[in-house]
C-alpha cells in the first residue's frame, strides 16, 4: 500500500511544468475573450473545462499527494506577471481541491479522486475571486447578491464545465495509457 506522501522525482516535476505552460497557453487563447468583464465568475467559467482537462491528465499520469498544488504553482506563476488575483486563484484553488480530495479520498489512486480534483479546482477558485473583486475591484457583495442570477448560473456552469473537462482529461489520458504513451500511476517501464 502507498503512502499518502512520496517523493516526486524530476519527471514529474517536469511533467507538470509542462501541462502548466499547456494551461496557460489555452488560458491565453480563452481568456482575451472575458478579460473585460464585470460578470462574476464567467472568466473561471471559460477557463474550467481546459484547466480540468490538463489537471486530469496531470493526476492520471503523477497520482502523488501535492500534484495538483504543484500544478496551481506552476501555472500561477506566470500569471502572477499579469494579475496576482489569477495568481491567487490559482494557487488557494488547487490548495483547497488537494485537501478536499484526501479528506474524501486520501490519495490519488482512484479515477474518482482524480475526477473530484480536477473538477472542482476551477469551482473552488470562485470564493478567491469574490474575495479579490471586493478588495481590488471595488465591488462589493451587495453588487453580486442584488443581480444574484447571472452569478448563479456563472457558478453553476463553472462546475459543470469543470467536472466535464476533467471527465474528458481522465478519457484522454486512460486512452494514452492504453497507448503506451502516457504510463499509468507515473510507473517506469523497469520498475
Not at 13 to 35: D, H, R
Request: hydrophobic share 60%; aromatic share 12%.
Amino acid at each position: 500500500m502507498k503512502g499518502y506522501f512520496q517523493k516526486f522525482k524530476l519527471k514529474d516535476f517536469v511533467f507538470l511544468a509542462v501541462l502548466a505552460a499547456a494551461m496557460t497557453l489555452a488560458g491565453g487563447v480563452t481568456m482575451p475573450l472575458v478579460m473585460h468583464t464585470t460578470l462574476f465568475g464567467l472568466r473561471n467559467m471559460v477557463a474550467a473545462p481546459l484547466y480540468a482537462l490538463f489537471c486530469a491528465i496531470g493526476l492520471m499520469k503523477v497520482r502523488k499527494t501535492g500534484a495538483l498544488s504543484v500544478l496551481g504553482l506552476f501555472s500561477a506563476v506566470p500569471l502572477a506577471f499579469m494579475s496576482l488575483v489569477m495568481f491567487f486563484n490559482n494557487v488557494v484553488a488547487a490548495l483547497l481541491a488537494e485537501g478536499l480530495m484526501l479528506l474524501l479520498f486520501r490519495r490519488y489512486e482512484k479515477k474518482g479522486a482524480v475526477l473530484f480534483a480536477a473538477g472542482i479546482y476551477m469551482p473552488l477558485s470562485l470564493p478567491v475571486t469574490l474575495v479579490f473583486s471586493m478588495w481590488l475591484n471595488g465591488s462589493s457583495f451587495n453588487d453580486l447578491v442584488a443581480a444574484p442570477i447571472p452569478a448563479i448560473f456563472t457558478s453553476l456552469g463553472t462546475i459543470v464545465l469543470g467536472f466535464l473537462g476533467a471527465w474528458a482529461g481522465c478519457k484522454i489520458a486512460a486512452e494514452l495509457q492504453k497507448a503506451g504513451k502516457l504510463k499509468p500511476y507515473g510507473e517506469d517501464a523497469d520498475a
